[in-house]
């Protein structure tokens, strides 16, 4: 059992370049989770998911693209990299079954564009 | 506008000095505290959730507790291997989403 595992671990980018970050959970979870985390901001929220299919905005969007196409599957898209996105990415699941619902989250993709 | 507080940001202990991590938060319903310990270049780990005012949670040398405006993470006779950032989070009743705090980085010393 897994858990929540994300590829790749590093990653650097030129401004402009794309690339696409990979989630995947073995819980069988139906909620998944993108966050940010950068120096003095916290984790903050880009994307999320309620199920296979869906997709929703969270805090912080604008330049992100997301797909859930498969239950375990939760992808992040950068479509032009800008170094303003240099951060370290974590996905997250939760079950989704109500209640306070615990989020576990993955090891972090750290990503950096020149 | 729904907000989470840690203080301090950061905290030096002597091994063995028990102290208090806080987490106030402003938040229009609140559906769960969560606290997480996140090592350098990991992932946060889920330490304990926390539902309502009054309600405590232990683990180890860690006890969580919960007011209606903040939760304490009280650690007793620290180690070094409790080195760590601890956050908080709380899941409100808009949105469901969870709000983080910006963490306490905590070192102990031998």
């Known amino acids: 059992n897994a858990g929540v595992t994300q590829t790749p671990k590093f990653r650097v980018l030129k401004t402009g370049q794309s690339m696409t970050l990979l989630c995947a959970q073995d819980m069988n979870h139906e909620y998944m989770y993108w966050y940010r985390q950068d120096p003095g901001m916290g984790l903050r929220l880009i994307h999320y998911s309620v199920g296979e299919g869906t997709t929703a905005k969270g805090e912080v969007p604008d330049g992100y693209n997301v797909s859930r196409l498969k239950k375990q599957n939760f992808l992040l898209g950068l479509e032009s990299a800008a170094p303003s996105q240099t951060s370290v990415y974590f996905c997250?699941?939760?079950?989704?079954?109500?209640?306070?619902?615990?989020?576990?989250f993955g090891p972090g993709t750290r990503l950096t564009v020149l | 506008e729904d907000q989470v507080t840690q203080s301090p940001e950061a905290l030096r202990l002597q091994e063995g000095e028990s102290s208090s991590l806080n987490c106030s938060y402003t938040v229009s319903g609140l559906r769960g505290l969560f606290w997480y310990r996140q090592d350098p270049g990991k992932g946060p780990e889920f330490l304990f959730t926390?539902?309502?005012a009054g309600e405590e949670k232990e683990k180890e040398r860690l006890k969580a507790t919960l007011t209606k405006k903040e939760s304490f993470l009280h650690i007793t006779a620290p180690k070094p291997e409790d080195s760590a950032t601890y956050l908080c989070a709380v899941r409100t009743s808009n949105t469901g989403k969870l709000i983080f705090g910006q963490g306490t980085t905590l070192q102990v010393k031998p």
């Open positions: 926390l539902y309502s």
């Open positions: 997250a699941s939760s079950s989704g079954t109500g209640g306070p619902d615990t989020q576990y």
